[in-house]
C-alpha cells in the first residue's frame, strides 16, 4: 500500500518561505517521478514541480521557476518543496502525487495522492 503524507503548509506573508514535506510509505519512491501539484479555490489542479529518481533531473511550472526548489531525500522516504519569495498567488492546498504514467504535467498521470497540505500567503 502506497500512501504519501504531506505537512509544512500555513499562513505566510509575501516574500515569506516554506518548505513542504511529503512522506512516503510503500513504494512510492520507486516511481520515476514524484510530483507537486496545487489546487487554488476554484481553480483546476496544476503542475508544480517533479522530480526524476534518476540523476535528481527536476522541471517547473513557469510560474515558480526561480522561488520553488523540489528535491527528494531517499534514505527518508521523503519528497520537499523549498517555497522562497512567496506570493499572495501561490496561496492553495499543496498536493504530492507518485507518478504512474505518462507526461508528468497532467494530474492522469497519477495514481497516488495525499491529503494535501493549505499554504496562505497574505499580501
Known amino acids: 500500500q502506497v500512501q504519501l503524507v504531506e505537512s509544512g503548509g500555513g499562513l505566510v506573508q509575501t516574500g515569506d518561505s516554506l518548505r513542504l514535506s511529503c512522506e512516503a510509505s510503500?513504494?512510492?519512491?520507486?516511481?520515476?517521478?514524484m510530483t507537486w501539484f496545487r489546487q487554488a479555490p476554484g481553480k483546476d489542479r496544476e503542475f508544480v514541480a517533479a522530480?526524476?529518481?534518476?540523476?535528481?533531473?527536476?522541471y517547473y511550472a513557469d510560474s515558480v521557476k526561480g522561488r520553488f526548489t523540489v528535491s527528494r531525500a531517499d534514505a527518508e522516504n521523503t519528497l520537499y518543496l523549498q517555497m522562497n519569495m512567496l506570493k499572495p498567488e501561490d496561496t492553495a492546498v499543496y498536493y504530492c502525487?507518485?507518478?504512474?504514467?505518462?507526461?508528468?504535467?497532467?494530474?492522469?498521470?497519477?495514481?497516488?495522492w495525499g491529503q494535501g497540505t493549505q499554504v496562505t500567503v497574505s499580501s
Open positions: 502525487a507518485a507518478h504512474s504514467g505518462g507526461s508528468i504535467a497532467f494530474t492522469q498521470s497519477y495514481d497516488v
Open positions: 522530480i526524476f529518481w534518476r540523476g535528481n533531473k527536476t
Open positions: 510503500g513504494r512510492a519512491f520507486s516511481r520515476p517521478f
